[in-house]
């Protein structure tokens, strides 16, 4: 996403320089507005909707074998108060730490991916969402 956003910047800003150079100023506002229109489309495509039932089926095959009784210091999917501090941390924060780990945390360990060598990182996204989801928590 981050590639995608700074292509777009790039062109942007190379259209602006290159049709105000030409003294067509009110021309180069409106392809500015324009580009920035198709940004900000770009953008909310590339945020991920997760998919909770596919949530459960990650978690269900992965997740549950630390999250459902607190193994190695995983937050049990059932310890509310965990995850209510979890939640403070924001959910991109807490979807990083499903797809790298958290090698030395507050409560213990996660491995990178939870071990899952075939999840997608929209996999583990849904997977968080399904967590925080049945924890009855709302993350900001």
């Known amino acids: 996403m981050k590639k995608i956003l700074a292509v777009i ?12 150079c030409g003294g067509d100023a009110k021309k180069a506002v409106d392809k500015t507005k324009e580009v920035a229109q198709t940004v900000k489309k770009e953008v909310t495509k590339a945020v991920h909707t997760p ?14 074998a630390c999250h459902m009784t607190g193994v190695a210091g995983a937050a049990a999917l059932n310890d509310k108060a965990r995850w209510e501090e979890n939640a403070k941390l924001g959910m991109k924060v807490l979807v990083e730490h499903a ?5 030395k945390g507050k ?12 999840c997608s990182d929209e996999d583990l996204a849904d997977a968080v969402a399904y967590m925080v989801k049945e924890a009855g928590v709302t993350v900001k």
């Open 99 to 103: 797809i790298n780990g958290v090698p």
């Open 107 to 118: 409560y213990g360990v996660m491995p990178a991916r939870g071990s899952c060598t075939d």
């Open 9 to 20: 910047m790039l062109v942007s800003f190379s259209i602006v320089l290159i049709e105000s």
């Open 51 to 64: 998919d909770l039932t596919n949530g459960k089926k990650v978690y269900d095959k992965v997740c549950v």
